[in-house]
C-alpha cells in the first residue's frame, strides 16, 4: 500500500470551507483513496473514497488530481463538531479490509 | 440503527487475569476485525474474520485470540494481559471482504496494571 503524508494539523473557521490536502505520489493504478476521521478517541468513522474521479457525497468531496499522486478532502462548511484527526489511506481494491492509519491531520474548527 | 457495539468501554485489571472484550454488529456484515490505537503507532490490525469460522492474524497478533463463531460477533480474548497490551481497542465490520467502507466501534479502554 502507497503511503500518504498529510500535515500536521490545520485551522478552519467556521462556516468556511476545510480544504485538507493528502500526497500519495507513489499510488498504483488500483489503489483506492480513502478518508476517515476520528473524533477525539472515537471510532473512525469512515467520509469519502475515491480511485480517479472526484466524488462527493453527504459529507464531503474528494478531489483527485488527474496525476493521482494527490488529494484534497473538501468539507464544504466545517463546524465545530468537524473538529478531529483526518486520516488519508491509500490501499488496493482487491487486498484484505486491514486499513493502515497514519498520523493524520488535526483539524481545528475554530468559531 | 446499524452500529458496532463494544463492551465494556473501559476496563481497569490486573496482570494475568483472563478477560473478553466483546463486539457485535447488527448489520449482517461479514468482516470483522480488531485493532489497537497506541500513542505515536496509529491504529494496527490485530486479527480480522472473513466470516463465520474463519479469522487470521493481522500486524499485532501476539497475547490475543479471537473466535467468530456468529456472524455478528467477534470476541477478542486476552488469555494472560500484561501491561503493554494497555491500549484503546477499537472493533470494525464491513459487508465482506475488499469492500470500501468500514464501521468501527467507540472503543473499549483497556488498562494492565
Known amino acids: 500500500d502507497a503511503k500518504t503524508t498529510q500535515p500536521t494539523s490545520m485551522d478552519c473557521a467556521e462556516g468556511r470551507a476545510a480544504n485538507l490536502p493528502c500526497n500519495h505520489s507513489t499510488i498504483s493504478g488500483n489503489e483506492y483513496v480513502y478518508w476517515y476521521r476520528q473524533i477525539h478517541s472515537q471510532g473512525p468513522q469512515y467520509i469519502i473514497h475515491?480511485?480517479?474521479n472526484n466524488e462527493t457525497n453527504e459529507m464531503a468531496s474528494l478531489i483527485i488530481t488527474e496525476d493521482r499522486k494527490s488529494s484534497t478532502l473538501i468539507l464544504p462548511h466545517a463546524t465545530l463538531r468537524d473538529t478531529a484527526v483526518y486520516y488519508c489511506?491509500?490501499?488496493?481494491?482487491?487486498?484484505?479490509?486491514?486499513?493502515?492509519f497514519g498520523t493524520g491531520t488535526l483539524l481545528a474548527v475554530q468559531p | 440503527e446499524a452500529q458496532v457495539t463494544q463492551n465494556p468501554r473501559y476496563l481497569i485489571t490486573v496482570t494475568g487475569k483472563k478477560l473478553t472484550v466483546t463486539c457485535s454488529q447488527n448489520m449482517n456484515h461479514e468482516y470483522m476485525s480488531w485493532y489497537r490505537q497506541d500513542p505515536g503507532l496509529g491504529l494496527r490490525q490485530i486479527y480480522y474474520s472473513m466470516n463465520v469460522e474463519v479469522t487470521d492474524k493481522g500486524d499485532v497478533p501476539e497475547g490475543y485470540k479471537v473466535s467468530r463463531k456468529e456472524k455478528r460477533n467477534f470476541p477478542l480474548i486476552l488469555e494472560s494481559p500484561s501491561p503493554n497490551q494497555t491500549s484503546l481497542y477499537f472493533c470494525?465490520?464491513?459487508?465482506?471482504?475488499?469492500?470500501?467502507?468500514?464501521?468501527f466501534g467507540p472503543g473499549t479502554r483497556l488498562t494492565v496494571t
Open positions: 489511506i491509500v490501499r488496493g481494491g482487491g487486498a484484505t479490509n486491514k486499513l493502515i
Open positions: 470494525a465490520s464491513s459487508l465482506r471482504q475488499g469492500f470500501k467502507e468500514q464501521y
Open positions: 475515491g480511485l480517479k
